[in-house]
């Protein structure tokens, strides 16, 4: 039982670099985010889907691209990294049922 | 400007004593809210949650209070133990969708 999985799970980048985080899901969610976790900030929403084609701002989508193409897959891009955006970053997915998101282990971004 | 508020950044507890983790949130058209626990190096995981026509929900160890006309809610775990020690976090949903909204989180440590 995969869960969520993202890849990779560390990464580092130079200024201008450009990146995909990856994100799969095998729980046939409709439902698919992403977050990162800064020092003294939480978690915040950077994008999210509510379906295959669909895919909307969270609270802070500057700098960072989405697209979903298939339920499975939630694909982060960072077109030209930023320190930034160092980070760590978390996709989630979930059900109808609010009590049924699960988040992948993270994956770590260092921009130099 | 943060929706969700955690001002306890961390607590102690003895082992055996309640845990008392609170939050605060601004957003009244928050609907449900929900606690999260991460242990380093892994996503978070949910933990119990609560619905606003509700003001307590209990899950063994594990109670949420809300109070809406004040806009807090806490988590009570009791009696705590050592394996609680994680940092937890506070989320929050509006009416529509599952992207959440989190607090900056609290990081409880039992000491045995």
Same mark, same amino acid.
């Given at each position: 039982n995969a869960g969520v999985t993202q890849t990779p799970k560390f990464q580092v980048l130079k200024t201008g670099q450009s990146m995909t985080l990856q994100c799969a899901q #095998?729980? =046939?969610?409709?439902y698919m985010s992403w977050y990162r976790q800064d020092p003294g900030m939480g978690l915040r929403l950077i994008h999210y889907s509510v379906g295959a084609g669909i895919t909307d701002q969270g609270e802070v989508p500057n700098g960072y691209n989405v697209s979903r193409s298939t339920t499975e897959d939630f694909p982060l891009r960072l077109l030209s990294a930023a320190p930034s955006q160092t980070s760590v970053y978390f996709c989630a997915s979930g059900g109808? =049922?609010? #009590?049924s998101v699960f988040f992948g282990e993270g994956s770590r971004l260092t921009v130099l | 400007d943060q929706q969700v508020k955690q001002n306890s950044p961390s607590l102690s507890v003895q082992e055996g004593r309640i845990s008392i983790l609170n939050c605060d949130y601004t957003? +009244?058209?928050?609907d449900y809210f929900l606690w999260y626990k991460k242990y380093p190096a892994e996503g978070p995981t949910f933990l119990i949650s609560i619905s606003s026509i509700k003001d307590k929900n209990e899950d063994g160890r594990f109670t949420v209070f809300l109070n809406k006309s004040a806009k807090h809610l806490s988590l009570h775990i009791? *009696? +705590?133990? *050592?394996?609680?020690?994680a940092v937890y976090f506070c989320a929050a949903s509006e009416v529509v969708g599952n992207q959440f909204y989190f607090g900056t989180g609290t990081s409880l440590t039992v000491i045995p």
């Open positions: #095998d729980m =046939n969610h409709e109808i =049922n609010r #009590d | 957003n +009244s058209m928050f009791v *009696p +705590s133990q *050592p394996g609680d020690s």
